[in-house]
């Protein structure tokens, strides 16, 4: 039996793969548990999903509940909360709602989940990925792997990709923008190139949140900046705002109302409005899809698909820019309803066997004659301890600059400037890791200068190589 967690910005699945069989995890509506969670600041109690969500709406003015909306970018930004005399970390409220989800196949007769692959962004840093799993380990889930979003995503799709070459994966959520470049090769897929940005849904509710403002500005005066709002007031726009982008997708106009500066405002928003407004960073978005083809140094007629995923993929906007864009025209396809992708593929991966996620090139360091000293090999797994290595001087410099490469890709991979003393054949201690958290970490220093000269950076910009076992449906 295997596991994938998606712990989306906006919404957290499950999934569970079993003998050929799939279980989509979500809560009593059969859809993804919203990633909100509410705390009464009275009696302490704790809601999560749905029922937390529903408080947006229903009780901003009661004040008796502090509601926590999109988790995973408060996680990221590892703020706390003071409720009621109690702190309340990120850590805390996510580890509530990774608990809901492992507990939810309870409900159907099943056991809970108690050990899982989690779908991760593709640039969420060492720290954030590190609080994660910390908050996975508090909701009683040992993570068996982080992966990519968007290569979890492209791992469930891997049927779709069979007879191709080349895809890239676009999974446009709630609060990332991730993208994977993949290499197709029977059943092994290999990242070419994977990058991520923090522009998504939530950054589009914010434009039509303070479009909506500025209809009623114009309407009535004394309407406050949406930064003014107090914050019940923001989240409830947002929610209206969230729901205006959803509905006018389909729908040419949407009528909204909402109460600032002590009154009541109706305004018909139209589609060509929010449209306008949103178009900027739709193409941003798609600009950020070409950068990543280019990265991978693939030409654009070697990409044989990109797959839309993600909730936000689905603004008719992008399907329209990506069809106007001769790079991507007739070159994309939204594969079927995205909730559960992420969680699918993560828990597909969860299944395969030791050894089936392996560093698509090795990691090697260069050194001063131009040539490249390998460090960890495409099948190195996780390390549970630093490996050492000992290297000396040959420039008289006061900072000795150690620069890492995976493959041959133009951008290194990491640099760490240990300061030096400054002369021939100066000794430094090198420490690296392929960390539990899939991420590669440096530490060095130098022998003469002794602990202050003790300097670490760590990346999570690996690409992956997965060996998949043929198609289970
Ligand atoms: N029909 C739609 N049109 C536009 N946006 C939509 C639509 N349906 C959902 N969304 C948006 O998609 C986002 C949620 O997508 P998704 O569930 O994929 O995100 P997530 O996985 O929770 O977030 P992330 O992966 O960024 O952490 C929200 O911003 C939501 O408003
Ligand atoms: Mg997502």
């Known amino acids: 039996m295997s596991f994938g967690i998606d712990f989306g910005t906006t919404n957290t699945a499950g999934f569970r793969c079993a003998g050929g069989l799939t279980e989509e995890i979500g809560d009593e509506t059969r859809h993804p548990i919203p990633s909100v969670v509410a705390i009464n600041k009275f009696t302490g109690e704790v809601e999560v999903g749905r029922n937390a969500r529903k408080r947006i709406s229903l009780e901003e003015e009661d004040g008796s509940w502090v509601v926590v909306r999109s988790l995973k970018r408060e996680l990221t930004r590892n703020t706390q909360w003071n409720v009621g005399g109690r702190v309340y970390t990120a850590v805390d ?3 509530e709602l990774l608990r809901k989800i492992a507990s939810r196949p309870i409900a159907w007769g099943g056991s809970r989940i108690s050990k899982a692959t989690l779908g991760v962004p593709v640039r969420m840093s060492p720290t954030a990925r590190r609080r994660l799993k910390k908050a996975a380990s508090m909701a ?6 982080v992966l990519k979003e968007s290569t979890a995503a492209c791992i469930k799709y891997r049927a779709l990709l069979a007879n191709l070459q080349h895809a890239a994966v676009f999974d446009w959520g709630g609060g990332t923008l991730d993208i994977s470049v993949i290499r197709v090769e029977g059943t092994e897929l290999t990242e070419l190139w994977s990058d991520g940005r923090d522009l998504a849904g939530d950054d589009l509710d914010l434009v039509i949140a303070r479009y909506i403002l500025s209809r009623c500005r114009e309407a009535s005066d004394g309407v406050p900046e949406f930064d003014q709002l107090t914050k019940p007031q923001q989240l409830r726009l947002l929610y209206e705002a ?14 909204v109302f909402i109460e600032v500066g002590g009154k009541g405002h109706a305004v018909t928003i139209r589609q060509t409005d929010i449209e306008r407004e949103l178009r900027p960073w739709v193409r941003e978005a798609v600009e950020f899809l070409g950068g990543c083809i280019e990265q991978s140094r693939l ?14 993929s689905q603004l008719p906007l992008l399907s329209r820019m990506l069809d106007a864009d001769p790079r991507f025209q007739g070159r994309f396809e939204q594969p079927g309803i995205p909730e559960w992708d992420v969680a699918h593929g993560a828990a597909i991966l969860d299944g395969a066997p030791d050894g089936a996620y392996v560093l698509s090139d090795p990691i090697s360091l260069l050194l001063a004659d131009g040539s490249e000293f390998p460090l960890v090999e495409t099948g190195a797994q996780p390390m549970s301890s630093v490996k050492p290595l000992c290297l000396s001087l040959v420039d008289n410099n006061e900072s000795a600059n150690l620069i890492f490469r995976q493959g041959s890709t133009e951008k290194p991979l990491l640099y760490v400037a240990v300061p030096a003393l400054g002369f021939d054949e100066e000794e430094l201690r090198v420490e690296y890791q392929l960390t539990e958290e899939w991420t590669f970490r440096v530490e060095g220093r130098s022998a003469s200068l002794g602990e ?13 190589r997965y060996v998949l076992p043929v198609i289970d449906g």
Do not use: C, M, W
Not at 140 to 145: L, R
Not at 242 to 255: C, F, M, S
């Open 93 to 95: 409220l996510t580890a």
């Open 140 to 145: 009683g889930i040992e993570v068996s792997a």
């Open 242 to 255: 969230e729901r205006a982008k959803q509905v006018l997708g389909n729908d040419p106009e949407h009528e």
């Open 452 to 464: 202050r000269s003790r300097t670490s950076n760590e990346t999570e910009e690996l690409q992956f």
């Open 299 to 312: 030409a654009f007629d070697e990409l044989d698909l990109v797959l839309l995923v993600g909730g936000s």
